[in-house]
């Protein structure tokens, strides 16, 4: 049996789908799964402090298998990619992204749904014209920097960085994962 990747980083923006392609493949691999996003933010959405969130993912990356879901390289550096065997970078179009992302918002806010730490997203951060607090005018405003980050992943896969896939539809998803699944024996 041919085995596939053991150390997975997924990245792409906001409602681009990393947490659920992550916690997808963590279960269908039997790996676990690393959500930067419930280590990074505490209580009140306090960040943790940058030593102990590297330290913690250090710890967490050092295992022969995982799955890592987030876009934290500026507090962590190469430390999560110089151990990956496969980066999959989500580059969805716009309108996909938007409609997800209003419709998990919408979701959590009406069920009150704990993310991390005790954190909920709350009604007026989805009206407010403050992108740190509007996840949606975030994910549209930033748009164009989580796909140039996408196509640099891609092109530096070409060049001896790791191993990456840039994947840009719901249905390339679909065959990348599985394709992963035949790699793996499953």
């Known amino acids: ?11 792409g923006g906001p409602g ?5 392609l992550a ?10 799964h690393i959500e930067l996003d419930g280590l990074y933010h505490g209580p009140n959405w306090t960040p943790t402090d940058p030593e102990a969130f590297r330290a913690s993912v250090s710890a967490l990356t050092a295992g022969p298998a995982w799955i890592v879901d987030g876009n934290y390289r500026s ?3 190469d430390l999560v990619l110089a151990r990956t065997d496969l980066v999959i970078a989500l580059d969805l179009p716009r309108p996909v992204v938007l409609v997800r ?3 998990r918002t919408l979701v ?3 069920r009150r749904t704990e993310l991390w730490n005790g954190n909920r997203e709350e009604w007026r951060n989805l009206v407010s014209t403050d992108e740190s607090r509007n996840l949606l005018l975030w994910a549209h405003r930033h748009f164009g920097r989580y796909r140039a980050r996408a ?3 891609e092109r530096a896969s070409a060049v001896g960085g790791p191993a990456a896939v840039r994947l840009t539809s719901p249905a390339q998803v679909d065959r990348f ?7 793996a024996g499953r």
């Open 101 to 103: 992302l209003l419709r």
């Open 108 to 110: 959590r806010m009406a």
């Open 16 to 20: 681009s789908g990393k947490t659920s």
């Open 75 to 77: 507090k962590l550096g």
């Open 23 to 32: 916690a997808l493949l963590a279960v269908r691999l039997a790996i676990p």
């Open 1 to 11: 049996m041919v085995e596939g990747p053991r150390r997975l980083v997924v990245t």
């Open 177 to 183: 994962v599985e394709h992963l699944m035949r790699l």
């Open 151 to 153: 196509i640099a992943v």
